[in-house]
């Protein structure tokens, strides 16, 4: 009961957020957990905001409601920040995990007075890098996983390599740089 | 052993036809539903089952498909969703009068208008007097043991009535969550082969199927259908049984949960009744003693267990994810009420009408019920059974 773990993803319509707390909920079960992961399904459209949950426990979860006071926020695209209150009943005792290059300043001040922690990390850059194009997910579930802790870096890469094979099976070529945007997401992910 | 798996609630639907492998499956897509005749269709393209599957251009041909392929002998499955159960509705009677057991998985939502695709009760709350057995389910665990179970209550020579599993729109089956599954083999050998007593493509018996039938027996047939539904329940008991032997996993004509000695009690129905399961062990933590009673089989209404088995409590809320619009009160309601009335139980009961068109129904909204619970038992006051859970308030 205790160690449930509650996550938040805010993203927009076409980044994956939604596949990325699948993914997260993938992995999380394969370490021999019990998970939920569903998306808050509203009009559906690239570029709209949209939310996404993740709960983790040792335990059966038999609460079936959207998430109201996570542990856990991660915030897929930056341009949420002045539209969403993302840090709506987030555990002070948690985290926000936020994709961005904005200064330490500018995330205060969007981020109503939060005293929990603040991560940040540049996953344009590292999926840019990685992939040579745009896919914040993967860097983004790399990043909530080391904040977490939910499970050992090991853990995830073991774990993700084996499930991008089945998800790209058809487009090997991209299991690399997607093993490689984890990589890197899970070493420059930092607190401010 | 069983598999350890995480699948969404409409995986969970899915595989359990794909395990069972029927004769028959006609369906058309409809949110939230959709993906179950999806992914099934991928089975029969990849031969994983020999099912004819017919792609039709509505709901009222699934449904009619589904009947035609049933009276020929066949085992026929179907899936649906608010509006398209709506299109079917013709041919839902259709298949209860004509005693074919068809299996139909229905992925609650909202029937329009104004149009909503999110989840509530109403689709099902229409077709709950068509003679259809209605099996409701928690989780995609339960929607999928439910589904397992389906035939082999639907097809019993005691019952011979089509039967739907009902979820949660979204809620369940769009969440990923664990799920115990049976193996293959033991599925088969649970479900076993459909041996129709009366088939059209039987050459040595000839029959006709839905003939004109007026003043002189329909009255009779309807009393058959009915005598069928009353069968059911211990059917479902039976079968129940048989499955808990093969899992572990035991099911009932309801669920008591930290009901035998609560004092104030809630009953609802699906993915709610975790949520109240939650709420239920935080209240007794706090020495309140709460408790719960799911109900899983809504067709035949189980009326004398169920007001045997809320006998105890001091009052009672009755939540329904539909509202009736007949100015007295939801269909799980009066019917929990009538119950208890027959059977000279005399609980103070009310009723919520609650997540409506999707609205997310909180823990702190089933908290707030046994709050309210707990102050009838204290000044005996009701006055207004008739209630909303979760309703916005009116803006100054």
Redo the contacts between chains.
């Keep these: 009961m205790n160690d449930l773990i509650e996550i938040r993803w805010h993203g927009r319509g076409g980044q994956g957020a939604k596949t990325a707390s699948l993914l997260l909920a993938d992995a999380a079960f394969n370490t021999g957990k019990y998970i939920q992961g569903f998306p808050e399904y509203g009009p559906e459209r690239m570029g709209a905001p949209i939310t996404a949950y993740n709960r983790i426990s040792s335990n059966p979860i038999t609460i079936h409601s959207n998430i109201y006071e996570p542990d856990y926020v991660v915030v897929v695209d930056d341009t949420l920040l002045e539209t969403v209150d993302v840090t709506s009943g987030l555990k002070e005792s948690g985290a926000i995990v936020i994709n961005t290059t904005k200064s330490a300043d500018y995330l205060k001040s969007v981020l109503k007075g939060y005293n929990g922690a603040v991560y940040t990390i540049d996953a344009r850059h590292i999926s840019e890098e990685a992939l040579g194009r745009y896919f914040p997910n993967t860097p983004m579930l790399a990043a909530i996983v080391k904040v977490s802790g939910i499970m050992t870096d090991e853990a995830l890469l073991e774990d993700m390599k084996d499930s991008f094979k089945h998800k790209f099976a058809k487009k090997p070529e991209v299991i690399d740089g997607n093993m490689k945007a984890l990589e890197l997401a899970l070493k420059e992910v930092k607190k401010i | 052993m069983s598999i350890r798996e ?1 699948l969404s609630g409409n995986e969970a639907a899915a595989t359990a036809m794909k395990q069972i492998n029927p004769d028959v499956v006609a369906a058309f897509p409809i949110t939230p539903s959709t993906e179950i005749p999806q992914y099934f269709s991928t089975f029969v393209a990849n031969g994983v089952v020999d099912t004819e599957f017919v792609a039709v251009e509505s709901e009222h041909s699934a449904m009619s498909a589904c009947i035609g392929a049933e009276a020929a002998g066949a085992r026929a499955m179907t899936a649906t969703s608010a509006n398209g159960l709506s299109l079917m509705w013709e041919m839902i009677y259709i298949a209860s009068s004509l005693r074919l057991p068809i299996v139909l998985s229905l992925v609650n939502r909202a029937v329009s208008g104004p149009l909503n ?2 989840c509530d009760h109403s689709d099902a709350m229409g077709v709950r007097d068509s003679g259809w057995i209605m099996l409701f389910s928690e989780t995609n665990q339960e929607a999928y043991d439910n589904t397992l179970m389906a035939h082999r209550i639907a097809e019993h020579k005691d019952v011979m009535l089509p039967l739907m599993i009902c979820q ?1 729109g ?3 089956s ?5 799920i115990e599954l049976v193996e293959d083999d033991k599925v088969k050998e649970f479900v076993g082969e459909y041996k129709p007593e009366h088939y059209l493509l039987n050459k040595n018996e000839p029959i006709a199927v839905g003939p004109l039938d007026l003043q002189a027996y329909l009255f009779e047939h309807k009393a058959q259908q009915a005598e069928a539904m009353k069968n059911a329940k211990q059917v479902i008991l039976d079968v129940s049984k048989d499955f808990e032997k093969m899992t572990g996993r035991k099911y009932g004509l309801f669920e008591e949960y930290k009901l035998d000695d609560c004092e104030v009690a809630i009953v609802c129905m699906n ?2 009744a ?2 109240t ?2 709420v239920v ?1 935080n209240l007794r933590n706090q020495g309140i003693k709460a408790g719960l009673l799911k109900v899983r089989v809504f067709r035949p209404f189980p009326a004398e267990e169920i007001a045997k088995a809320l006998s105890h409590v001091k009052a009672v809320a009755i939540l329904d994810k539909a509202d009736s619009l007949n100015a007295a009160g939801g269909a799980l309601f009066e019917d929990t009420v009538s119950a208890m009335y027959v059977n000279n139980v005399h609980v103070p009961a009310i009723n919520y009408i609650y997540g409506i068109g999707g609205r ?4 702190d909204d089933i908290e707030s019920v046994y709050k309210d619970l707990l102050e009838i038992t204290q000044t005996g006051n009701i006055e207004n059974p008739y209630r909303y859970l979760g309703l916005r308030k009116e803006e100054n």
């Design positions: 995480r695709i999110h949660d979204f809620i369940t769009h969440a990923i969550e664990n993915s709610t975790g949520t399961k939650f062990d997310d129904t909180k823990a």
